[in-house]
Each structure stands twice: as C-alpha cells, then as structure tokens.
C-alpha cells in the first residue's frame, strides 16, 4: 500500500492505472478507522481494481473547535488496518495540501440543507462539500463509497454529484454487539455514557415497531422521554422525514418511504443515527 500526501503525486499515480484501464474506488475518512469504514473498503477492493482511501480530518466541516481539537487520530493504527484489506493507496494529506488558500466557495442543497444537521451544525455541510469536491477532483474514481450512518450527507453527496460523472455507493450501518453505530467518536465515551448509548438505536427500533400510521408528534414526545430518561444521553433532535427529498413529515403513513433520524449527545459527544421506516 502507498502513502501519498500530494495531490499531484496522487493524480499522476492515478492517471497511470486510469491508462491501463483500472478502475477507482475510493472513501473519504477522517481517519480513526473502525470496522464501519473497513466494510466500505472491503466493498470496493471486491468491485474495483484500486482502492484508494483518504484519511484527513477537514477543519472546514467542524462547526465546533472543542470537537475539531478532540476527534480521535491515530495514523498507525489505520495504515495497518487499511494494509490488511488490502487498501491500494491512502491519501493522508495536510492542511496546507488541501487548502492552500481559504475555500470561500458556497454550496447550495436547498432544503435537503436546512433541515437535522444541516441546521443544527450551521456551515457543516459546506465544508463537508468543499473537501469531498477537492478529493473527488483529485481522485477522479469511478465509485464512491459512503455510509447509510450519515444519511443526510449521502442523501447531500448524490445531489453533488450531479456534476460528476462518479456513482455513488451507499453502504449498510455497521454496529457494535449491543447494536451501537459504530463510529470513531464512540473511543471518546466514558464507562457511563457507553453503557447507556445503545438506548438510542433500541429507541429507534420501538418507533418502527410502534408508530407506523400514528403522528410524528406522538414518536418526536415517546423518544424525547426514552432518551432523557438516561442521566448520561440528552436528545438534540428526533425526526422523520422523506428518505429521498429530507422533508420533514407529520404522519407516519407508508405511502412514501421513511427514515427515521436521530442526534444525541452522549456527555459531551454527538452522537448520530437512523433507521429505515418501512424496510
Ligand atoms: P468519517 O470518518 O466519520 O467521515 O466516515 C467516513 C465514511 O465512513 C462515511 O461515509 C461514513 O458514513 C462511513 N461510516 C462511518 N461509520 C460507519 C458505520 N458504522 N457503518 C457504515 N459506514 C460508516
């Protein structure tokens, strides 16, 4: 496996495979490697010729500095990781490298922006659409490899990708025993909050199991109490809403397909989630 920190570097070794004809898969990470990312890497070394991976923890998506200065890094751990799925290239670049001179490009998702995240992290989604267009111009694969775990950036890296000719593959959510997401901000949880974090999916799962063609209202005032109710979890938001468009929605009707999103905060770490109504 080779490390490339240039973006140069990076497109000639590229261009070189592209001319005998392989083809790139590639997932953006910031790095703090779990289970989660590696099912996205096993994905494309099984469907692509080359592989390539980034690690690079993008300031510009970080609405809160406590949370930048905090995430989890731990290169050596993830190089291994990802040489064991036999990973082709990981792309570990530094901020000079991706931002030379500050970004001032702003995107526009409509309202698929405004809504969960999008309002709750103002300026996330920018930042999360001025790194992945800087990479994807980079890398120019010919697959993209995402997790169903952050459902609304999915939803929001297809509407960007309209301009790219790039299919975008959306992967399943991995999850702990206790069936937790995994995510890399999970190292950061105390004994406490760990052991009180897998309420939020089993919350999840009693909507679906309970409030199918009942009011959003009835499930939004249930999950508030469920989750509170644990000392350590406090709800930041609960919403159901259009898998495709994101709109929000009142009743839990089965005429359009339905997911069910979630934001909690763990002691001081956000933590996200969602379930598919209907599947
Ligand atoms: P991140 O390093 O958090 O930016 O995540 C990189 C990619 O891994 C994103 O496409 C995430 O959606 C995906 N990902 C993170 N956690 C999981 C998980 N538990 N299951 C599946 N995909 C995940």
Sequence with gaps: MQIIK???????????????????????????????????????????????????????????????????????????????????????????EMYPRPDNRRFNFGRMGDVMEGKMRPGHFNGVAQIVTKLFDAV????????????????????????????????????????????SRNSLLSDQERNDAPAIYRTLLLVKEKFRNRNVKEAEKFVEERINKYTSLKLEYFQIVNSITLDPVDEIASTIPLTACIAVYAGSVRLIDNIDIFS
């Design 6 to 96: 240039h973006t140069g570097r990076l497109k000639l070794v590229l261009s070189r495979y592209r001319k005998q004809g392989a083809t790139i898969g590639f997932i953006p990470t910031m790095g703090a490697l779990h289970p989660g990312h590696l099912s996205l890497i096993k994905q494309s070394v099984i469907t692509d010729d080359i592989t390539v991976s980034s690690i690079y923890v993008n300031p510009t998506q970080f609405d809160d500095k406590s949370d930048l200065k905090n995430y989890p890094r731990n290169f050596k751990s993830d190089y291994a990781l990802l040489k064991s799925e036999e990973c082709t290239i990981v792309f570990s670049p530094d901020n000079k």
């Design 140 to 183: 120019q694969p010919h697959r993209a490899y995402f997790g169903k775990k952050d459902f609304q950036q999915l939803a929001i890296i297809q509407k960007l990708v309209n301009d790219y000719d790039i299919e975008i593959v959306a992967c399943p959510i991995i999850r702990e025993k206790d069936r937790l997401a995994m995510s």
